[in-house]
């Protein structure tokens, strides 16, 4: 079955910067638009960014694209997120999850979340 | 960017009795590509619905979901003890994708 595994979550400072991975497995990984989308404490979700199957296509929401980049390489089935500059308030889980794209925006399988904890 | 507004924010039941929740959209959701999830505490969301009205794999039939355009409903018509959660509308019709800010159905 559809497995997500998101890591790299960490305490980082104000300004610095942070990289997240998300391994799949249970399907063919190069087929699917990926998304990451997070949850601060307490909070709703928030969406972050797609990329393509293919990594061609990539949107960001509109307050993160200027310091995230979203990344995938097919043959090692991952995904991942740059995080720069980070700020108090990204301090969020990070989830990974499948979907995303045009006509199958929807997250249909999701990881469990890796915490992300930017304080001085 | 489509703002998705649910309520109410909280619904206050018994098991067995039916949930309504109600997802306005700011602006018209291109095909009704509109998608709900239920979130427990500690874990990831679960897609219930997408497509407005599809429910997702190995979702029970007391979920249905229906609307369009504007405004979406989750209907839960009996609630059972492992419904009770925090439950999310979220729009693909267009970018960025965006959600609403949840509506928590908690035991009465």
């Given at each position: ?12 400072k ?12 249970g399907f063919?990984f190069s087929d699917?638009?990926?998304s990451w ?10 969406w972050?960014?797609y ?15 200027d310091r995230?980049?979203v990344?995938r390489?097919n043959?090692?089935?991952s ?11 990204d301090?969020a889980v990070?989830?990974?999850a499948?979907g ?6 929807f997250?249909d ?12 | ?5 649910q309520?109410p ?5 018994s098991?067995?009795e ?11 959701v291109?095909?009704n590509y509109l998608a709900?999830y239920?979130?427990?505490p ?5 897609l ?7 429910r ?13 355009g504007?405004?979406f ?6 609630l059972?003890p492992e419904?009770?959660?925090v439950?999310y ?7 960025p994708r ?9 035991i009465k």
């Open positions: 079955q559809v497995h997500l595994v998101e890591s790299g979550g960490d305490l980082v104000p300004g610095g910067s942070l990289r997240l991975s998300c391994a799949a497995s063919t699917y638009y990926m989308i997070r949850q601060a404490p307490g909070k709703g979700l928030e972050v960014s990329i393509s199957n293919s990594g061609s296509t990539i949107y960001y929401a509109d307050s993160l694209k995230f980049t990344s390489d043959a090692k089935n995904v991942y997120l740059q995080m720069n500059s980070l700020k108090d308030e301090t990070y989830y990974c499948r995303g794209g045009s006509g199958r925006g997250f399988n999701w990881g469990q979340g890796t915490l992300v904890t930017v304080s001085s | 960017e489509i703002v998705l507004t309520s924010g909280t619904l206050s039941l098991p067995g039916r949930a309504t929740l109600s997802c306005r959209a700011s602006q018209s291109s095909s709900w239920q979130q427990k500690g874990q990831a969301p679960r219930l619905i997408y497509g407005a009205s599809s997702a794999t190995g979702i029970p039939d007391r979920f249905t979901g229906s609307g369009s504007t405004d409903t989750l209907t839960i018509s009996r059972e419904d009770f959660a439950f509308c979220q729009q693909y019709g267009s970018s965006t959600f609403g800010q949840g509506t928590k159905v908690e």
